[in-house]
């Protein structure tokens, strides 16, 4: 059997060692410690956000997101529908309602006209929404100036869902600061990784200062222990965070491999009809984190993307479809959604292809060939 071409897998990039190395001759094993604090400053320094905390996931940034919010058991929140669960999982957490609201075709992210349909409906019901997240799948920003728009309109904060999109911006403004907060994620698949890992982002220093305190167990300042509020152990270790500090010196060698990655996908289908990738919009710089196709059996001769997908599976190629929409998933089945269609559509044709910044040339070209030889 051919080797594995993995979707998008960890890349070092040789400084990590260099970090690890301290905080083992250090003896700072446990969490937090100076590269935590070293690792958060390079977060803010590079999104521009003025303060950042560095936690063990992106879901755990997202449910201290929602804290700092006052969301509580039976408060509504917005969501995007098409995204991974971890970015409505912890609205459950708090006990709240998802209100999901599905995607525009120029992004595949939040429409804000069906988010301005959703508030008004929830306003008429009686709800209020206490929070908006939107998500920057794959690394392509949300119409965020419109969704500001909608926000700002009926005085609903935004928590900017991150994960997929460090590095990505729309005319300079990096992703994860256009809204209250952002979340940011470095699970092993992300464009830079911590191992495990992510982050919350935001201006205000008060919500960071918080986060953080609750993140840790919400220990009171006292010579024993003592809890005056529920906390969480939530923070990231000085062994991640030196990892994450070498990661964040090839970070932009990352999204310019990946950039490339796309730009070779885009040269190689661009001839065959049914086949197209997500363009930018003017203005706005993506990440790609994963290079998408979505597949159009009406143009392919009968060819979808499950032959796709199937075909690479055969060959130890990993691919997969495009995020199921949360207002399709069984757990959800019994929340409000706000949908066009959009979202189903790019579920049922879209197929993500290996991306990783470690994808070698060889690799690159044998996906190519593989699709090439379904399509014709």
């Given at each position: 059997?051919?080797?594995k071409?993995w979707?998008?897998?960890p890349?070092?990039?040789?400084a ?16 937090l410690?100076?590269?935590v604090?070293g690792f ?31 969301v ?8 995007q ?6 970015s409505?999982?912890?609205?459950a957490?708090q ?36 929070a ?11 119409q ?5 728009a909608?926000?700002n ?36 698949n ?29 220990r ?9 509020e529920?906390?969480y ?13 070498g ?21 190689a289908f661009?001839?065959?009809k ?33 032959d ?16 199921k ?17 959009v ?5 049922s ?28």
């Amino acid at each position: 059997m051919n080797t594995k071409i993995w979707l998008s897998s960890p890349h070092m990039g040789g400084a990590e060692q260099k970090y690890v190395n301290e905080a083992f001759d250090t003896n700072w094993i446990a969490p937090l410690g100076p590269h935590v604090n070293g690792f958060e400053q390079d977060l803010a320094n590079y999104t521009g956000s003025r303060h950042a905390a560095a936690l063990s996931s992106g879901t755990a940034a997202l449910h201290l997101a929602l804290i700092m919010l006052g969301v509580k058991a039976g408060d509504e929140v917005i969501c995007q529908s098409m995204t991974f669960s971890a970015s409505a999982n912890p609205i459950a957490y708090q006990g709240a309602i998802p209100i999901f609201v599905d995607s525009e075709e120029m992004t595949w992210n939040m429409c804000p006209d069906l988010l301005r349909d959703a508030i008004r409906d929830r306003i008429g019901k009686g709800k209020m929404p206490k929070a908006i997240i939107p998500v920057h799948l794959y690394g392509m920003p949300a119409q965020m100036d419109k969704i500001l728009a909608v926000a700002n309109e009926y005085g609903i904060p935004v928590i900017e869902d991150a994960a997929e999109a460090l590095g990505s911006s729309v005319n300079g403004k990096e992703a994860g600061t256009f809204g209250n907060m952002g979340v940011l994620s470095f699970n092993g698949n992300k464009i830079i990784t911590t191992s495990g890992g992510g982050a919350l982002i935001s201006d205000n220093e008060d919500y960071i200062n918080k986060s953080r305190f609750l993140a840790t167990q919400a220990r009171d300042a006292a010579p024993h222990y003592q809890h005056s509020e529920i906390g969480y152990n939530y923070r990231m270790s000085n062994v991640c965070a030196a990892i994450g500090r070498g990661q964040m010196e090839v970070l932009d060698k990352h999204i310019a491999l990946r950039r490339k990655n796309w730009e070779r996908y885009q040269d190689a289908f661009k001839n065959f009809k049914g086949i197209s990738l997500l363009e930018e919009p003017e203005g706005y710089h993506s990440n790609r984190w994963l290079s998408t196709i979505v597949v159009d059996s009406a143009y392919t001769g009968g060819v979808t993307r499950e032959d796709i997908r199937l075909e690479l599976e055969k060959d130890n190629v990993e691919s997969r479809p495009l995020w199921k929409p949360m207002h399709m998933q069984p757990v959800f089945k019994d929340a409000p959604s706000y949908t066009n269609g959009v979202s189903e559509k790019l579920f049922s044709k879209g197929l993500c292809l290996p991306s990783g910044s470690n994808l070698g040339e060889d690799e690159l070209r044998r996906v190519i060939q593989k699709i090439t030889k379904v399509l014709l």
